[in-house]
């Protein structure tokens, strides 16, 4: 089946450290990925989304990487925040079917 | 200001009692989804539209029904709840592959089944 993972449950860092969240997919290629951020009781809010044929893309201290050989993607934060304390979400899409992975919880520590 | 309208915020139903949770989006978006999310389990998409009339089945379709009448409105049926459709329910819209926008979501629906 076509799975897309996020291997860490939770993620603690230390405020102005850089976190770096990871993104696995298996069994197919997806044309993109999509990075959301979720606060407890709210709905995701997308924050990027980068493509097949983009190794990189940037937004402010936000940065995502795209390895089609190690079906990967990596999401980073860096200088990063107690205001960034949330659950990330990782997504594959295909048309209209967007499917997420189960997500990571980052807790940013002052 | 643009946004995903869902109602009702919270709900509390009986077994088996027919209801409907409304969608509404003011962005002219092509794209509309239902998920539900549960502890555990991440989100799970249930239905999605690509344009209307067109609905596709996602990864939980049993037990909902949808329809896209209308390019705004997206309703979420449950024709006979169960305890099991207990959940935290997100309405979604985009505007569809070839841009750089992914989804915008809506404030949720928690529904209780009792």
């Known amino acids: 089946s076509q799975k897309i993972e996020q291997n860490s449950e939770a993620l603690n860092i230390q405020e102005g450290k850089t976190a770096t969240l990871t993104c696995n997919y298996t069994?197919?290629?997806?044309?993109?990925l999509q990075w959301y951020r979720q606060d407890p009781g709210r709905g995701p809010v997308f924050l990027l989304l980068?493509?097949?044929?983009?190794k990189e893309k940037r937004k402010e201290r936000l940065k995502v990487t795209f390895d089609t050989t190690l079906k990967q993607s990596l999401f980073h934060i860096t200088a990063s925040q107690p205001a960034d304390s949330a659950t990330y979400l990782c997504a594959r899409g295909s048309q209209g079917n967007l499917i997420f992975g189960k997500g990571t919880k980052l807790s940013v520590k002052p | 200001e643009a946004q995903v309208t869902q109602n009702p915020r919270y709900l509390i139903t009986v077994t088996g009692k027919k209801l409907t949770v409304t969608c509404s989006q003011n962005?002219?978006?092509?794209?509309m989804s239902w998920y539900r999310q549960d502890p555990g389990l991440g989100l799970r998409q249930i239905y999605y539209?690509?344009?209307?009339?067109?609905?596709d089945k996602g990864d939980v379709p049993e037990g909902y029904k949808v329809s896209r009448k209308e390019k705004r409105n997206f309703p979420l049926i449950l024709e006979s709840p169960s305890p099991n459709q207990t959940s935290l329910y997100f309405c979604?819209?985009?505007?569809?592959?070839?841009?750089?926008?992914?989804?915008?979501f809506g404030s949720g629906t928690r529904l209780t089944v009792v």
């Open positions: 539209s690509m344009n209307v009339e067109v609905t």
């Open positions: 979604a819209s985009s505007l569809g592959i070839g841009t750089d926008n992914g989804y915008t």
């Open positions: 962005m002219n978006h092509e794209y």
């Open positions: 069994n197919y290629s997806p044309a993109y």
């Open positions: 980068i493509r097949e044929n983009e």
